[in-house]
């Protein structure tokens, strides 16, 4: 049983469409943050968020922390071929030291 | 001037066989990590180490072991390699054993035949 479910497991869009991935869990975490992963790298960080409630936004991306700190959504506006990519959220649960990630978006933008 | 680097990238052994994948960071952090992702790309924490000594031993095979000669370097030892074990393993670091940020390796591709 994974700690973070992520949905949907795939998502392919248009150029110009909006999307939005999820990530959602039953237990409270002091922080989530969301990684890109492109194919052949490692994931690289696009935001932290510690607030339950915070909104946060780079760029296009807008990162939303659920008020009871379990969930959290990332929304792509006007999506474009640079955003293609595996989407992983990750959080840590209060002092065991450890991220925990979800099983990733995979996110297809065509041109 | 690569922050985390790990070697080799790909790996292709037989079954039965000993291997090992070294990590550098030069980020000057304190703590490092091996994960390891799967075919469907989940990525699960195998080990932590903050400044050499090792804080997180999630439940992997004893065949697995790793080394931190220093708190600049983290490398995976994988004896008796079995079919399951392909996956690519991604070393990471952290300023903290709170983790924040995680920088990560380019990963190694891990290929048991």
């Known amino acids: 049983t994974q700690l973070l479910e992520q949905s949907p497991q795939f998502l392919s869009i248009q150029e110009g469409e909006n999307l939005t991935v999820y990530c959602n869990s039953s237990?409270?975490?002091?922080?989530l943050q969301w990684y890109r992963q492109e194919p052949g790298e490692g994931p690289v960080l696009l935001v932290t968020?510690?607030?339950?409630?915070e909104v946060k936004k780079l760029k296009r991306l807008t990162f939303q922390f659920g008020d009871a700190r379990k969930d959290s959504s990332l929304h792509i506006t006007a999506a474009q071929p640079g955003d293609t990519g595996l989407y992983l959220c990750a959080g840590e649960v209060r002092n065991d030291y450890k991220l925990s990630f979800g099983a990733g978006t995979t996110v297809t933008v065509r041109a | 001037d690569t922050a985390v680097s790990q070697t080799p990238k790909y790996l292709v052994t037989q079954m039965g066989n000993d291997k090992s994948i070294k990590c550098e960071q030069n980020?000057?952090?304190?703590?490092m990590y091996w994960y390891k992702q799967d075919s469907k790309k989940f990525l699960k924490i195998m080990f932590s180490y903050n400044n050499k000594e090792l804080i997180i031993n999630e439940t992997v095979p004893n065949r697995f072991s790793p080394k931190s000669p220093d708190k600049a370097h983290l490398n995976l030892h994988i004896n008796s390699l079995e079919l399951g074990d392909s996956a690519v393993y991604f070393c990471a670091s952290s300023q903290e054993a709170s983790p924040g940020e995680l920088f990560f390796g380019e990963g190694s591709r891990l290929t048991v035949l």
């Open positions: 980020l000057g952090h304190d703590t």
């Open positions: 968020v510690v607030t339950g409630g």
């Open positions: 237990s409270v975490f002091s922080s």
